[in-house]
């Protein structure tokens, strides 16, 4: 399914909040200039994109909006991307594919300082299998509280990676359950480490066919996931040198979960 691929990547949003004096909360040197990478290479795709922005600063007098930084040479593995869109740069591999256990090397020359970032791409998400495969709704199923079946996804766990499963529904928005909360078209979960994700029929609300992917991603997503999660971005990790961002690769493999009307 890495043809149905969403780029569901989290925009990495720098936040500079300054004092009536003028100082910067943040407890080391920044300088609003640094440019913000994102890229999220994916196992098997054989086209790859890189997108370098400005930060969205906010200061006490306003706030500077985030824009695309073009006119940039960018290299991967001492191959040239092409610019594509404002910002956002881009390399056609052919005939050849993203592949697991490849290293990536990015660079670039800004404002005088050499960006640069490294990834490894994890192999591929290998035997994803879920049970049961689809679910019957009745017409007393959505106000039922008491239904607990569970629905369990497994895979292999060869070297005790970082998962991400994400789910998308046959809804078309987000809308409020009969039995209370929301329905969600889309969600992702906390990256764990595993081999299986459960969940009960009471996450599937909507009748019809879930799209259901789970992701193999690196340490470097876990990180700026868990520091964004934590709604402290005071001091923002970033694995790549002279810039924040993202730059790193994942795999995935999905499956489909029917829930059936009666």
């Excluded at 035997?127 to 049961?132: E, R, T, V, Y």
């Excluded at 964004?228 to 993202?246: R, Y």
Aim: negative net charge; glycine residues 6%.
């Amino acid at each position: 399914m890495n043809d149905k691929f969403m780029k569901y990547g989290m925009r990495w949003v720098v936040l500079l909040l300054l004092t009536s004096c003028g100082e910067a909360l943040m407890d080391y040197d920044i300088n609003t200039s640094t440019p913000v990478v994102e890229s999220y290479l994916l196992e098997g795709s054989n086209r790859l994109d890189v997108q370098v922005y400005s930060m969205e600063v906010y200061l006490k007098e306003g706030y500077q909006l985030s824009k695309p930084i073009g006119g940039l040479s960018l290299k991967v593995n001492d191959r040239a991307l092409t610019e594509t869109a404002s910002g956002t740069y881009s390399l056609d591999l052919g005939e050849d594919t993203v592949r697991g256990l490849q290293k990536y090397d990015l660079s670039f020359e800004y404002l005088g300082k050499t960006v640069s970032a490294s990834t490894s791409v994890p192999q591929a998400v290998t035997n994803l299998s879920i049970k049961p495969t689809s679910i019957i709704g009745t017409s007393y199923y959505f106000l039922d509280t008491t239904d607990t079946t569970e629905i369990k996804l497994t895979w292999d766990d060869p070297d005790h990676s970082y998962y991400q499963v994400y789910i998308e529904s046959p809804a078309t928005s987000d809308v409020p359950s009969m039995g209370g909360g929301t329905q969600f078209r889309r969600r992702m979960m906390q990256p764990f480490q595993g081999s299986s994700y459960t969940t009960t029929s009471r996450e599937f609300m909507s009748v019809g066919t879930y799209n259901i992917y789970v992701y193999r991603v690196n340490k470097e997503y876990v990180d700026l996931y868990e520091r964004i999660s934590s709604s402290d971005l005071s001091n923002p990790a970033s694995a790549i040198e002279d810039a924040f961002g993202i730059f790193t690769a994942m795999s995935v493999a999905g499956v489909r979960f029917y829930v059936v009307s009666n």
